[in-house]
């Protein structure tokens, strides 16, 4: 068990001695995936505001909180956790040719992906402010809270990463299930809709759902100036979990991936 761990802190620290590459590398591939447009990496701004727009026009109705503001903040902490999650499932598949053409640690892909996916966020989290700004929110120091939700979110996506990514390498069928159960997650989350101490199927989607506690670290001390206490004990212990899987996977399997692509 030990040695499993001693491979997997290896391989992470000869990434992060890499980050130079794959920084250098996360921002080649923003530029080239908006290579010849007009707007350029902008328009990652412009599709989260066009879709965050759209949500409040079309459902926004009376409510007894900031529903623009409410949808802003769900939209932004969704949209990046479901990339990641989708995308990180056939990370070593898209990585196939370095992979097998070059000796870098796995742990390079992983942190190109991290900090490609950090990058567009960026974009949707300049979108997040501007429909802050113009709904009129308060301002307030527990927004500092919020930051910290958005750390610990952070902190929990390489192991994420890592963890979609063995299984996609070792079950492809997973980028397909992984891909349709995200989907319908949009519309079991809170992202949109609220929960008002109700009962019935959608207490079960609210209280049982991992997501809800990742969205209210970032909503609820923005919205309703409050700190989400349960959120901020869950979601860390999910970071250690994921953590510990990730560090087993990369310990155990690293040197199988490429007999696996």
Not at 101 to 124: C, D, E, K, N
Not at 135 to 144: C, H, K, M, Y
Not at 203 to 225: D, G, K, Q
Not at 231 to 251: E, K, R, S, Y
Request: some cysteine.
């Amino acid at each position: 068990m030990l040695n499993i761990f001693k491979e997997a802190f290896g391989d992470l620290r000869a990434g992060l001695g890499l980050r130079r590459v794959w920084i250098a590398l996360a921002s080649e591939d923003i530029g080239d995936q908006h290579k010849r447009t007009t707007l350029g990496p902008l328009w990652l701004l412009v599709n989260y505001l066009v879709f965050a727009g759209t949500f409040i026009f079309l459902i926004h109705g009376k409510t007894s909180y900031n529903y623009p503001a409410f949808v802003a903040t769900g939209l932004f902490v969704w949209f990046y956790i479901m990339e990641v999650i989708t995308s990180s499932v056939s990370l070593f598949q898209r990585e196939e040719s370095f992979i097998k053409g070059t000796t870098l640690p796995l742990s390079v892909y992983v942190m190109r992906f991290f900090m490609q996916s950090v990058i567009r966020a960026g974009y949707a989290f300049l979108g997040c402010l501007l429909v802050l700004y113009y709904s009129g929110i308060d301002i307030s120091f527990l927004w500092l809270w919020s930051v910290l939700g958005i750390i610990i979110i952070l902190l929990s996506v390489p192991p994420t990463i890592i963890v979609l990514a063995f299984l996609g390498a070792f079950f492809p069928d997973a980028q397909y299930l992984v891909s349709n159960l995200m989907r319908v997650g949009m519309f079991l989350t809170p992202v949109f809709w609220t929960y008002e101490g109700s009962g019935g199927i959608r207490h079960i989607f609210y209280h049982w759902n991992p997501f809800t506690y990742y969205l209210e670290m970032v909503r609820f001390p923005i919205l309703w100036h409050k700190v989400p206490l349960e959120a901020f004990m869950i979601t860390p212990i999910i970071g250690v979990g994921l953590w510990v899987a990730a560090l087993l996977l990369l310990g155990r399997l690293r040197r199988q991936v490429v007999f696996m692509l």
